[in-house]
């Protein structure tokens, strides 16, 4: 009987460098659950819990949020999809939430998003989200059929507080200071694969190429405990 494999993976990237958008290509091709820490963050901003509420300035002025809060909440909602293969997404993002998701699995593989920094600040001005599911437009590069909505559900779209040029900047540099090690520490592991380039319909090619090797056939993506 072949045991049939949980597949764990993380993608990395500066903000904007389309990890949302090559995450939901990913998980619509071989369907592994997506978790995105900015997600789980906007969510709770949006349902104005007292977490979120606390977090909206630190996200706003382009800051990271602290190491111990996102890795509790991020390795909370991992936990319960244990039994899942899954895609992280905007998480770790520090050496410190590496190591803490270290802990608790080990990752199969690290694909790192390298675009560079001029051409990401033209995108986030023209960014379009649907909250609820992090569905992610762009008036250019992939805008909704009916402007203004959502494609699958037809609700409004909004654009992120954080995507203004001033907030990009910050975030931009806290992506160099605090997240660039990061990267470091995967290499050394011998888990981090770059893909470097300005298109996402190029590197997306190259990304579904590489991960076709290393996930098995959505058929075959399944819960451990269904392995025989
Ligand atoms: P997030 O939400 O993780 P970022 O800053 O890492 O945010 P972001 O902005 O979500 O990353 P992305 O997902 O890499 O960007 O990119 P995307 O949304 O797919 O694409 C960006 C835009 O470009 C979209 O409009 C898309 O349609 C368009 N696009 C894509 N490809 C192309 C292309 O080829 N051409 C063109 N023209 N356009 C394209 O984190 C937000 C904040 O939350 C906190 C931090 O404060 C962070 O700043 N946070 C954390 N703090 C601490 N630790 C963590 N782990 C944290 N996670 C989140
Ligand atoms: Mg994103």
């Known amino acids: 009987m072949v045991l049939k494999r949980i597949f764990r993976g993380v993608i990395m990237g500066p903000p904007g460098s389309g ?22 963050l906007r969510a709770n901003i949006n349902a104005k819990t007292e977490l979120g509420l606390l977090m909206k300035s ?13 890795s509790r909440l991020v390795l909370a909602k991992l936990r319960d999809m244990d039994h899942s293969s899954w895609l992280l997404d905007g998480f770790p993002r ?21 675009v560079p920094f001029e051409t990401i600040k033209e995108r986030l001005t023209s960014r379009w989200v649907h909250l609820p599911s992090g569905r992610v437009y762009n008036t250019d ?30 975030r931009l540099k806290a992506y160099e200071n605090q997240t660039q090690p990061v990267l470091e520490y995967y290499r050394s592991k011998g888990v981090l694969t770059t893909f470097t380039g300005t298109e996402t319909n190029k590197i997306w090619p190259h990304v579904h190429a590489f991960l076709g ?3 098995p056939h959505p058929q075959q993506v399944s819960k451990a405990h269904e392995s025989p």
Do not use: W, Y
């Not at 990890?19 to 789980?40: A, C, E």
């Not at 410190?96 to 694909?111: F, Y």
């Not at 805008?143 to 910050?170: A, C, F, H, N, W």
């Open 94 to 114: 520090t050496v410190a939430q590496a190591e803490n998701l270290d802990s608790m699995c080990t990752l199969d593989t690290v694909i790192n998003l390298d």
């Open 19 to 40: 990890k949302g958008t090559v995450s939901g290509r990913i998980t619509q091709t071989f369907g592994l659950k997506h978790l995105s820490s900015g997600d789980i």
């Open 58 to 70: 630190c996200i706003d002025q382009g800051q990271l949020v602290p190491d111990d809060i996102i």
């Open 213 to 215: 090797k290393k996930i």
């Open 141 to 170: 590069f992939n805008p909704p059929k009916i402007p203004g909505l959502d494609d699958v559900t037809g609700e409004p779209l909004s654009q992120r507080d954080d995507d203004t040029p001033v907030t990009v900047t910050r």
